[in-house]
Nanobody
Framework: QMQLVESGGGLVQAGESLRLSCAASGRTFSNYGMGWFRQAPGKEREFVAAIDWSGSSTYYEHSVKGRFTISRDNANYTLYLQMNSLKPEDTAVYYC?????????????????WGQGTQVTVSS
């Protein structure tokens, strides 16, 4: 089974940038739509961004649109999330996930395989 490992999190100041990576094991990576979700302390895990298997379609949560960019490199089995103009409210553990067939890209129940998460902390 494919495994997902996130990296790239850290502590930054408001206005700075980070790029998260999600490395997938196995050559089936290009078969999957992929997504990024985040979970802040005491809150539900929420959708951030998603991308279809080819990279031709992308989806964003309203508060990150224009600041975050999701992309993928199928040749190297890697998913990315470029985060610019970070805000303290972006502080959370960020997870990448592989989508199951069918369902909405915006719903976490549509995703069946998850990484372990990487912490992003944005100070004001």
């Amino acid at each position: 089974q494919m495994q997902l490992v996130e990296s790239g999190g850290g502590l930054v100041q408001a206005g700075e940038s980070l790029r998260l990576s999600c490395a997938a094991s196995g050559r089936t990576f290009s078969n999957y739509g992929m997504g990024w979700f985040r979970q802040a302390p005491g809150k539900e895990r929420e959708f951030v961004a998603a991308i279809d298997w080819s990279g031709s379609s992308t989806y964003y949560e309203h508060s990150v649109k224009g600041r975050f960019t999701i992309s993928r490199d199928n040749a190297n089995y890697t998913l990315y999330l470029q985060m610019n103009s970070l805000k303290p409210e972006d502080t959370a553990v960020y997870y990448c996930a592989a989508k199951k067939p069918g369902g909405s890209y915006y719903l976490k129940d549509s995703f069946g395989l998850w990484g372990q998460g990487t912490q992003v902390t944005v100070s004001s």
